[in-house]
């Protein structure tokens, strides 16, 4: 567990950053999940018998950004050949959409329909935490959309810069029995303590990091949020 603290103009916010399923950046480490292969995962959810299957039931369906379908189902099946263990599987599938989808900031918005995205091949976090969800829902494991943010490291010999800690998503699946496994595809690795979440939902739609409305006479007024994610010793 790790404390993190988030700055923004005229306002400061401690928060607390904990996973449910503590992993490093090796999977190999993780041998509690490693056992169990993907098809009966999928059969434990599809069961009903989980203690997480109430909350479980509306991150396995579609939602209006991450909607299950046959193209992301093929994409998906390429990472979850008949037998795999689950864990591979997740990993496999995060290495890919990091290989396969350029990170390209401005090429896509909010708006961008995920099958846009995937015809482009690059978008940006949102986009390729979307695309994840689609993946795994559409092989049957339920998968939610984290918004939250990222510490950065610095180059050796660089000092740290205020405000580079911009908001970040990324991917968790369900692991019957174990409990929710996140992943970002944007930077290929699993969830770990430099990670602050701060909602999760169904997809961006259900967490966006900044919400609502801004009254004011000027033309040119615009809105400027910088965050910065500093480590509490």
Same mark, same amino acid.
Request: aromatic residues 6%.
């Given at each position: 567990m790790s404390y993190f603290e988030i700055h923004e103009p005229h306002r400061e916010l401690t928060v607390t950053?904990?996973?449910?399923?503590?992993?490093?950046?090796?999977? /190999?480490?993780?041998? =509690? =999940?490693?056992?169990?292969?993907?098809?009966d995962a999928v059969a434990a959810v599809a069961s009903g018998s989980l203690p997480e $299957?109430?909350?479980a039931t509306q991150f396995v369906v579609g939602s209006p950004l991450a909607a299950p379908g046959d193209r992301y189902r093929a994409y998906a099946l390429e990472s979850f050949p008949e037998g795999r263990p689950l864990l591979e599987c997740i990993e496999s599938l995060c290495a890919r959409i990091h290989a396969d989808f350029r990170y390209k900031p401005g090429s896509t918005s909010v708006a961008?329909? =995920?099958?846009?995205?995937?015809?482009?091949?690059?978008g940006v976090c949102?986009?390729?935490? $979307?695309?994840?969800?689609?993946?795994?829902? /559409?092989?049957g494991l339920p998968a939610r959309y984290v918004s939250g943010y990222l510490e950065t490291r610095p180059a050796p010999g660089r000092p740290k810069l205020t405000g580079v800690d911009g908001s970040h998503a990324w991917f968790s699946v369900l692991v019957p029995g174990a409990g929710w =496994?996140?992943?970002?595809?944007?930077?290929?690795?699993?969830?770990?303590?430099r990670y602050v979440v701060t909602a999760y939902g169904r997809d961006y739609k259900d967490v966006p990091p900044l919400g609502g409305v801004i009254y004011t006479e000027g033309k040119t007024e615009e809105l400027r949020v910088a965050v910065d994610v500093v480590p509490i010793d």
């Open positions: 950053a904990q996973s449910v399923v503590e992993i490093t950046d090796s999977a /190999s480490e993780v041998t =509690l =999940l490693s056992g169990r292969n993907w098809e $299957h109430l909350e961008t329909p =995920l099958a846009q995205v995937f015809r482009r091949r690059c949102q986009d390729f935490a $979307h695309l994840g969800i689609a993946c795994l829902r /559409s092989v =496994l996140d992943v970002d595809p944007t930077n290929d690795q699993f969830v770990n303590d």
